[in-house]
């Protein structure tokens, strides 16, 4: 796992030094590893979840030095990030991907990323630039369709939304697309809007798409650390999230925030956001994020 360094260095050298710090695992160990995580950005429920994992095992296992103790806390935090397996389904089956997130967290960027990343796989894509809400949305998203080569319906200001997704779906069956992308709204401060705009979103895909898998994933970024944390709960609020995208975790030391994620919400990071390029995007892996945060 590339990108990551920054997240590395803020958790790695808080670890380090108390696993080689401490000469015994007593309860000031344990303070400063709580301190450690939460200033890593694992939150406070996943954090406590962690210790009291280990804290059993340490007990269990009769353990008595930190570097001892160093695989069992690896494994914790393993654990609390499991969510099962990650299905991309939309990466194999003709589906319809909503994509949903507030203004600036990098939504159109990684619309354009994923556009690419699929056409570079060999599948159609359509776009669908429906989130008509935000002035310029629309051209951005036209630049990015062109860099992925990808078509792109849609980008009057204004326009409803549901319409746009309408067209957009009549053009991925007559161009036989694999996966339509739908940029949409995000707009947290009005929760019942946005609620309604979705429903009638998805109503439209109900009937028009039925045979193409759905996904809702929602692009948060991960330089805000807890606040990413609570946009991911409000947005569960509203819709039925099938994964999430951290963007900026190239330059944030606030990576720890996909533990937090996964553990609280129990939804999968799918992808990560390590640059601006459209070869900025990788999928993203539990068990390989702690292994590169710890090794
Ligand atoms: P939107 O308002 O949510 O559509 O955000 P944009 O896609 O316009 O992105 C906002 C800014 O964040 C732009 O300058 C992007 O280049 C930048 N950005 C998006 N994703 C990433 C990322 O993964 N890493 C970095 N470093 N910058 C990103």
Not at 3 to 20: A, C, P, Q, W, Y
Not at 100 to 121: E, H, R, Y
């Amino acid at each position: 796992v590339s990108g990551l360094t920054k997240t590395r260095e803020n958790i790695v050298s808080g670890i380090d030094s108390i696993f080689h710090g401490f000469s015994k695992i007593d309860e000031e160990f344990y303070e400063e590893l709580e301190e450690i995580l939460i200033m890593g950005d694992l939150g406070v429920k996943a954090t406590y979840a962690i210790l009291d994992d280990l804290r059993q095992k340490v007990k269990e296992q009769h353990i008595k030095e930190p570097l001892a103790c160093k695989q069992l806390l690896i494994d914790s935090i393993k654990e609390q990030m499991n969510v099962g397996e990650t299905a991309y389904e939309f990466e194999e089956k003709t589906s319809v991907v909503l994509v949903i997130g507030v203004n600036g967290v990098g939504k159109t960027t990684t619309i354009g990323k994923l556009a690419g990343k699929l056409k570079g796989q060999g599948k159609k894509v359509v776009l669908a630039a429906a989130d008509t809400f935000r002035a310029a949305a629309g051209e951005q998203l036209k630049e990015w369709a062109k860099r992925a080569d990808a078509d792109l319906i849609g980008g009057q200001e204004g326009a409803d939304p549901a319409a746009i997704v309408y067209d957009a779906v009549a053009a991925a069956k007559a161009r036989k697309a694999d996966v339509l992308l739908c940029d949409t709204a995000g707009r947290l401060h009005n929760k019942k809007n946005l609620m309604e705009e979705l429903k009638k979103i998805n109503r439209v895909l109900e009937r028009e798409y039925p045979e193409a898998f759905r996904e809702t994933l929602v692009v948060l970024d991960g330089t805000t650390g807890q606040n990413a944390l609570s946009q991911a709960k409000e947005f569960s609020e509203v819709a039925d999230i099938t994964g999430i995208i951290l963007t900026k975790m190239d330059g944030t030391a606030k990576g720890g925030i996909a533990v937090a994620i996964q553990a609280e919400l129990g939804i999968p990071v799918k992808y990560i956001g390590v640059g601006e390029t459209i070869d900025d995007l990788q999928k993203f892996d539990s068990d390989d994020f702690v292994n590169a945060l710890f090794t």
